[in-house]
């Protein structure tokens, strides 16, 4: 069975231009997440997607961020303007029971995002 | 609220010692807590979890932690480092909506 996935593994970019990342997640997951960790700091939450829909979007830093989940399946995260302090690792997660605490989640291998 | 602390943001542990990393969590009603590792330019791989079963854990490749209510710890050990256990640790505590809340992570080194 395959993992979650993304696209790119890396990315550099110079500051003003767009990047979109894309999570594929474990096939027949409900629950997709997006965390970011950027130099130095925790990994953090930035958003949730039950199928299609935004379950938890508290995370996200501001409005150049844009997540969406067409059809429930694969995701994208679009930062348009990107700005140096975006740079970091975008990690996806999916994870198949919905509402249970402890449910446990999957990691991609996280994109890579430096914007110069 | 929830929030976990690791103690150390690096240790390191000479290869046959033993390993001890070590979290502090926070949270308002009984906890799911987990440990995660990060091996270099890979993704973050689930070691263990506790959900509230039996209080000593056992993981992936030797690790295992034990929660303790008292001390509020969910400390990650190993009786005897490999080499290819370097790698970044990262002690989660999840909420009741099933978020994820990290703490800094401790790199380990294992010297040979």
């Known amino acids: 069975e395959a993992g979650v996935t993304q696209f790119p593994s890396h990315s550099v970019i110079e500051k003003g231009q767009t990047v979109t990342l894309r999570c594929d997640p474990i096939s027949g997951h409900d629950n997709l997440y997006w965390y970011r960790r950027v130099m130095g700091k925790e990994i953090k939450f930035l958003l949730h997607?039950?199928?299609?829909?935004?379950?938890?979007e508290s995370g996200m830093p501001n409005n150049r961020f844009l997540a969406e989940r067409t059809g429930g399946t694969y995701s994208t995260l679009k930062v348009q303007p990107a700005e140096l302090e975006d740079s970091g690792v975008y990690f996806c997660a999916s994870s198949q029971v919905r509402g249970f605490s402890g449910n446990t989640i999957y990691f991609g291998e996280g994109s890579w995002l430096t914007v110069v | 609220a929830q929030s976990v602390t690791q103690l150390d943001s690096h240790v390191s542990v000479s290869e046959g010692t033993p390993v001890l990393l070590r979290c502090n969590y926070s949270?308002?009603?009984?906890?799911?807590l987990f440990w995660y590792v990060q091996h270099p330019n890979k993704g973050l791989q689930l070691l263990l979890k506790y959900t509230s079963a039996a209080t000593l854990v056992k993981g992936i490749n030797g690790f295992e932690a034990e929660f303790k209510k008292s001390e509020t710890s969910f400390h990650l050990t190993k009786p005897s480092a490999h080499m290819s256990d370097a790698a970044e640790y990262f002690c989660?505590?999840?909420?009741?909506?099933?978020?994820?809340?990290f703490g800094t992570g401790t790199s380990l080194t294992v010297i040979p």
């Open positions: 949270s308002s009603y009984s906890p799911s």
């Open positions: 997607f039950v199928k299609e829909s935004k379950q938890d």
């Open positions: 989660v505590v999840s909420d009741r909506r099933n978020q994820f809340y």
